[in-house]
């Protein structure tokens, strides 16, 4: 005990890899690399002999990992994801959080739960942040094509703003869907017709 | 009737067509089921969102249960193989750079001739050719390593890497992969981009290879039989209705939205008519077969199939070959029979055969007497027997 652990953080996004990584020290004995999305990943990885590897569940280079899981060689250490025993509650945390973690074999629990609680809690945050942001984005998409949508009714059936969106709004309703599928089922047609 | 929602984990690829079009069609919908299909990132992702429970069905690599069995790969969760969801459906490339090189060798590109292709790779290559593939567990590093352990090829002449298909223009492109095997569109979409040209159908490896399976936790299974059964008729019937050559222009279009695949209808029809673009060079080769939903009793999970797996998983990967046997009870032929039998469906008499023995659709003796396997050889004519292995 008390050997610093060797954490690798895979993470594309260089602001969100700091966040990170600034966590984990703060939180334990670590000394923590990060690597972005390249091509040999799992050869990258296994030169730190990490003893935990974190990464984005979202991440398509995850797969990547699951090399590390059939490293044989003699100066290769196997890694399994984290999912053994009373560990079990934390592995489905962290899933639900957006992190997916492996872990050396052998690793004591003790040793992994005080880096596991704050990477939950690290990639939690950063998780919502960018639904947010996502969602944030779809809803500025949304109003365009609801107000382009507007903008024909107008031009079409000679009536105000507040009309037109009361006439979409009312369609929506009757129809069962949303606002903006009305809206932008109206301006793909408007395309199509010409 | 209120439909039960039943969360549904698959890859974006053209064999998730049998889940897909059971939701768009109706077919789960007459089930009393609505799939609320959920698109993965990575077989990881997959696998974890099955086995931790935010899923109860997924679409997965049929090897992916097999070698979790065998305790392969870094979860153990216990995973039943209700059905095959297609059968058949890769194709082995090469980078351009390779691809000029076996041109001036004079290969035809025929799409057709594994040990021809083999050989040509031999004389060409001046190191160990690399091979990425979507996932260490897979048809594609199975199909490979039988082929290149029966050919010029050699095992020791290739090396499979991970390489998520998205990810294999630019491995490509750095060199750090030669050459591919990977499931559709991402073949037709490497033609597309220029990154490479197409060498063989798996098909021309294994006839009848299984390549994708509905998977369910075991424990679920066991609990939720009825929700099971009626998932299963409804992948079945989407299955059927998909291998009804009508249907290609409504499967490709509902394929190819935003919300699943998001590629041209024209590049999936590529997969669904078996009609191939090779390379950049605009070849084109018809391959019957190419990947199948229904006919033959496709959606059948032979236990021999699922043992063929395992031996393959076992020489690769040093896994203890005692657990094979075991291993490949996780291809459910029973419940296959219990769910889909009771519906109607003509089942076979037998939960095993002879892998590769098929060269002739053969009709078999089956609960209604009505049942047709189809050629299943390997290209070298070899056998697998399940009683020996």
């Known amino acids: 005990m008390g050997e610093t652990l060797t954490i690798v953080v895979v993470e594309e996004d260089r602001d969100r890899a700091i966040a990170i990584v600034d966590a984990l020290k703060d939180s334990c004995a670590c000394e923590v690399f990060v690597i972005g999305n390249a091509s040999g990943l799992a050869r990258r990885i296994a030169a730190h002999a990490p003893d935990i590897v974190l990464i984005d569940v979202d991440n398509p280079t995850r797969d990547m990992m699951e090399e590390l899981t059939l490293a044989s060689g003699p100066m290769e250490r196997p890694v399994a994801m984290f999912v053994s025993g009373a560990a079990g509650g934390l592995a489905q945390a962290a899933i639900e959080a957006g992190v997916s973690a492996y872990v050396v074999d052998g690793l004591a629990p003790e040793r992994i739960k005080p880096v596991m609680d704050t990477a939950i809690a690290r990639f939690a945050m950063v998780r919502q942040m960018r639904n947010e942001l996502a969602e944030t984005r779809r809803a500025l998409e949304e109003r365009k094509v609801i107000d382009r949508a507007k903008g024909l009714l107008m031009k079409a059936r000679g009536i105000d703003e507040d009309a037109a969106y009361a006439l979409l709004r009312r369609t929506a309703m009757d129809q069962g869907r949303r606002v903006a599928d009305v809206a932008e089922a109206l301006v793909t047609a408007s395309g199509l017709l010409g | 009737m209120r439909l039960v929602s039943l969360p549904t984990a698959y890859m974006p690829l053209v064999d998730a067509a049998p889940l897909i079009l059971a939701q768009e069609m109706g077919f789960a919908q007459s089930e009393g089921i609505a799939l609320d299909l959920v698109p993965a990132p990575s077989w990881s992702s997959v696998r974890d969102m099955l086995a931790f429970g935010r899923v109860d069905a997924a679409h997965m690599l049929s090897p992916v249960p097999v070698a979790m069995a065998m305790g392969l790969g870094g979860v153990a969760t216990s995973l039943a193989a209700v059905s095959v969801l297609s059968v058949n459906g890769n194709v082995v490339g090469v980078g351009r750079p390779l691809e000029e090189r076996l041109r001036a060798a004079g290969h035809p590109f025929d799409f057709a001739d594994p040990k021809a292709a083999a050989s040509a790779l031999a004389a060409v290559r001046d190191r160990p050719i690399v091979f990425g593939v979507p996932f260490p567990f897979s048809m594609h590093v199975a199909l490979l390593d039988y082929w290149s352990r029966a050919t010029a090829l050699g095992a020791d002449g290739i090396v499979i890497r991970t390489v998520p298909p998205p990810l294999m223009a630019s491995a490509l492109a750095a060199g750090d992969v030669d050459a591919f095997c990977v499931g559709e569109p991402w073949g037709s979409v490497a033609v597309e981009q220029g990154a490479g040209a197409l060498l063989l159908p798996g098909t021309a490896i294994w006839q009848f290879a299984p390549e994708k399976v509905l998977a369910v936790r075991t424990d679920w299974a066991e609990t939720e039989p009825d929700l099971l059964g009626r998932l299963m008729r409804a992948v079945w019937r989407a299955g059927r209705w998909l291998a009804d050559p009508d249907a290609r222009a409504t499967a490709g279009e509902v394929l190819s939205r935003k919300a699943y695949l998001d590629v041209s209808p ?63 009870r996780v291809f459910r032929a029973d419940l296959h029979r219990m769910h889909l039998g009771a519906a109607g469906i003509d089942m076979p008499g037998a939960s095993e055969k002879v892998e590769g023995s098929i060269r002739r659709a053969t009709p078999v003796a089956s609960a209604e007497g009505d049942l047709t396997l189809l050629p299943d050889a390997f290209f070298d004519g070899r056998i697998f027997d399940p009683a020996r292995a």
């Open chain 2, 266 to 328: 024209e590049l999936i029809d590529r997969a669904l008519s078996g009609h191939l673009t090779l390379s950049s060079r605009g070849e084109n080769r018809q391959v019957a077969r190419f990947i199948e939903f229904h006919h033959g009793t496709a959606t059948f999970p032979w236990r021999s199939q699922a043992k063929w797996i395992a031996a393959q998983m076992a020489a690769l990967h040093g896994a203890d070959p005692t657990r094979t046997t075991g291993a490949a």
